[in-house]
């Protein structure tokens, strides 16, 4: 019956397919011409002129060819849905207003609205799949005042699991030449009302073979205190959302002529080259609160000074819940110290600690490194460091005698530490004793210390130093205790 009957005289039946979709929407539909065939046992039905009015009444989208599958299922929901809906050549707009709230075809999409208010486009989010063929979209930022921005050729992919809110999509589109190459976007997330961010969780990411970073920030800014004034190249980013909040950011980034300002009163640092992987990561656990930033193989070159090698590095900071005190973690492989102080002017680190580390200009390299600590991390309550280093050295710090060459490794915390030294060509400067600095072919050994029973003394033990050159040779064992008080 519906093969002969129904379907040659669809177009009798527009005003009530129209009606059906803006009964199961919540927002009102037109349609102004239908027809359709027969795809297998499926009906198909093709659209044409169809509008999705705003609240007022007005046009806000309007989709020039529609084609669809109904669903036999929309029997058992008691509404109209479709197994499949192709939608071709679609202008639309969206924009964020100056309060902040994103508008999509006509639908200003706050927290207020509610599933059956929030209209076509979550409607479309349960229907099985969804195709829209070379869409062009516009979108307008009034929050920030910036310029529009033009995406043509756009194509999705939208697969709906509704027994399970789950919702696949890819992406693509093509921004201004000047800006980018062709953006490639795909998601994975669950979420039931789009204009319930607290709802949705998922996965996205985003490629891009070519873009004008220092461009793009006038839609979409890195921070607040961040400057980009230029630089291009690729990336690829995977970023992880729980609750509408952005959890974890991974990017590998392939840049170059990039120069940039971390924070607003830092110097513009200059760069040849910025690539490998880097991360943030929101931490919040049965410890605290806080974020993780990381990097994995990062290496620069910065313009005018020494390359950045490869190096990999975690900085955590979390503090305890309810108030309680801060701590920290931080490991690193492959720093080399030289390179590090050429970077230093440009870092938003504190400026005590700045002014301390060209004071001594460290060198050498750290070859892996892991600190954990309590409080503030210049100046930490408790402390431990492990770590293994090559050709470290540093000017004189208080007691401390300049020195060149050593290396070994350190495991130190509030207990005690070791420190087991296996170095050549190692260089003590001692002006108080000697006219020249005394310099050492070799010089290994072991040391150990930690504290005594009453807590407010420390016992070192030296085992096994010896040292020598060309004219002499010596060697160190035994037991030194600071005095208490």
């Not at 009964?23 to 539909?29: D, E, I, L, M, S």
């Not at 679609?90 to 075809?105: I, K, Q």
């Not at 072919?441 to 085992?463: C, N, Q, V, Y």
């Amino acid at each position: 019956m519906l093969r002969y009957w129904l379907l040659p005289d669809i177009e009798h039946y527009r005003n009530d397919i129209a009606y059906a979709i803006t009964q199961a929407a919540g927002q009102r539909v037109t349609i102004g011409s239908i027809s359709a065939h027969w795809d297998g046992l499926h009906p198909h039905l093709i659209l044409r002129k169809v509008q999705v009015h705003d609240k007022e009444g007005s046009p806000a989208l309007e989709l020039n060819r529609l084609e669809s599958i109904p669903s036999w299922r929309s029997l058992l929901f008691g509404e109209l849905r479709f197994r499949e809906i192709k939608i071709y050549q679609p202008n639309l707009t969206v924009y964020r207003d100056a309060s902040g709230v994103l508008h999509v075809a006509g639908i200003a999409l706050s927290r207020e609205q509610t599933a059956s208010q929030s209209g076509f486009l979550t409607w479309l989010l349960y229907q099985r799949h969804v195709d829209v063929i070379n869409a062009h979209i516009l979108w307008k930022d009034e929050k920030r005042g910036a310029p529009l921005l033009e995406l043509k050729a756009v194509s999705l992919h939208l697969e709906n699991h509704s027994n399970s809110n789950r919702h696949r999509f890819s992406l693509r589109a093509i921004p201004p030449a000047e800006l980018a190459s062709p953006l490639d976007i795909r998601g994975d997330f669950t979420g039931e009302i789009l204009s319930i961010p607290e709802q949705w969780y998922g996965k996205l990411f985003v490629k891009l073979d070519y873009a004008d970073i220092a461009a793009w920030q006038s839609w979409f800014p890195i921070s607040k205190t961040t400057e980009i004034n230029r630089g291009t190249g690729a990336l690829r980013m995977w970023i992880n959302v729980d609750k509408g909040d952005i959890k974890k950011l991974t990017a590998d980034v392939s840049l170059k002529d990039i120069k940039t300002r971390l924070t607003h009163e830092l110097p513009e640092l200059d760069l040849v080259y910025l690539q490998g992987r880097v991360g943030w990561k929101k931490i919040n656990n049965n410890i605290g609160k806080g974020s993780e930033l990381f990097a994995r193989q990062l290496g620069a070159s910065i313009r005018g000074e020494r390359i950045l090698q490869p190096v990999d590095f975690l900085l955590q900071d979390v503090w305890a819940h309810e108030g309680g005190r801060q701590s920290g973690k931080l490991s690193a492989k492959g720093i080399d110290l030289e390179t590090f102080g050429d970077l230093i002017e440009y870092l938003p680190i504190d400026g005590a600690l700045r002014d301390r580390f060209n004071e001594l200009l460290p060198h050498g390299e750290i070859h892996s490194m892991q600190a954990e600590w309590d409080g503030v991390w210049s100046a930490p309550e408790n402390l431990s460091v492990k770590g293994k280093f090559n050709n470290i050295g540093m000017n004189r710090f208080e007691s401390l005698p300049a020195f060149s060459g050593v290396s070994g490794n350190i495991d130190t915390s509030r207990k005690g530490g070791t420190l087991n030294i296996n170095s050549q060509k190692v260089s003590l400067d001692l002006p108080d004793l000697f006219h020249k600095a005394l310099l050492f072919d070799t010089f290994t050994g072991h040391a150990s210390w930690g504290p005594l029973s009453d807590r407010d003394s420390i016992e070192i033990k030296f085992g096994n130093i010896s040292f020598g050159n060309s004219h002499a040779s010596g060697g160190v064992h035994g037991t030194y205790r600071t005095e208490h008080g």
